[in-house]
Nanobody
């Protein structure tokens, strides 16, 4: 069963913006905090941001002030707004459960490439 379907990635110039979406299975979305992670070429996957069931948010220092995570409970969807992108943000972005519960099976992710 597919648990996460990420979308919204693409090629963007430095300083640009993107909005990522993740449709999650209801059995996960309704019971867990959600998070975004990313994996850059040649690097380990890292946590980026998370949002609890109560909609409290936390961000990695590298994205704080530039990225915004949100969730739409009616749509079982979590979003990540990416602003002021830099080449260092180039990665495949994934959504999953938050750090407290730990990730379950990964989806395919969505590629974000920041380049001029």
């Amino acid at each position: 069963q597919v648990q996460f379907v990420e979308s919204g990635g693409g090629l963007v110039q430095p300083g640009g913006s993107l909005r990522l979406s993740c449709a999650a299975s209801r059995r996960i979305f309704d019971f867990y905090g959600m998070a975004w992670y990313r994996q850059a070429p040649g690097k380990q996957r890292e946590w980026v941001a998370e949002i609890t069931l109560g909609e409290s948010t936390n961000y990695a220092d590298s994205v704080k002030g530039r990225f915004t995570i949100s969730r739409d409970n009616a749509k079982s969807t979590v979003y990540l707004q990416l602003n002021r992108l830099s080449p260092e943000d180039t990665a495949v972005y994934y959504c999953n459960r938050d750090r407290a519960m730990g990730p379950s099976d990964w989806g395919q992710g969505t590629q974000v490439t920041v380049s001029s």
